[in-house]
């Protein structure tokens, strides 16, 4: 299994930024696929995950990010619009199997994990 997170970058407040995670090594519909987001110091946390199509989000990013697959590409994208310099992190993309039921952003469920892709929001 393999994850290729991309898509960080600088933007200012306000920007829209497109995260992708390629996934790889698995038959993608069996499996949810999250993403993360980390700050030195701090834990990981949860920002949306998606399985079977139907993404969930934290409380942080409601109405802010939505997150989408691609079948096809074996794809996850986290479109992420009205950023705000509390969501500069690492985002990391990450996967368990799912068996085709609703996902869960909590951490301890992930058994895979991409790089990080660093974004950066400026004031």
């Known amino acids: 299994v393999q994850l290729q997170a991309s898509g960080g970058g600088l933007v200012q407040a306000g920007g829209s930024l497109r995260l992708s995670c390629a996934a790889s090594?698995?038959?993608?519909?069996?499996?949810?696929i999250g993403w993360f987001r980390q700050v030195p110091g701090k834990e990981r946390e949860g920002v949306s995950c998606?399985?079977?199509?139907?993404?969930r989000y934290e409380d942080s990013v409601k109405g802010r990010f939505t997150i989408s697959s691609d079948n096809a590409k074996n794809t996850v994208y986290l479109q992420m619009n009205s950023l705000k310099p509390e969501d500069t992190a690492v985002y990391y993309c990450a996967a368990y199997w799912a068996g085709r039921t609703q996902c869960t952003s909590k951490k301890r469920f992930y058994d895979y994990w991409g790089q990080g892709t660093l974004v950066t929001v400026s004031s």
């Open positions: 998606i399985s079977v199509s139907v993404g």
């Open positions: 090594g698995f038959t993608f519909d069996d499996y949810a």
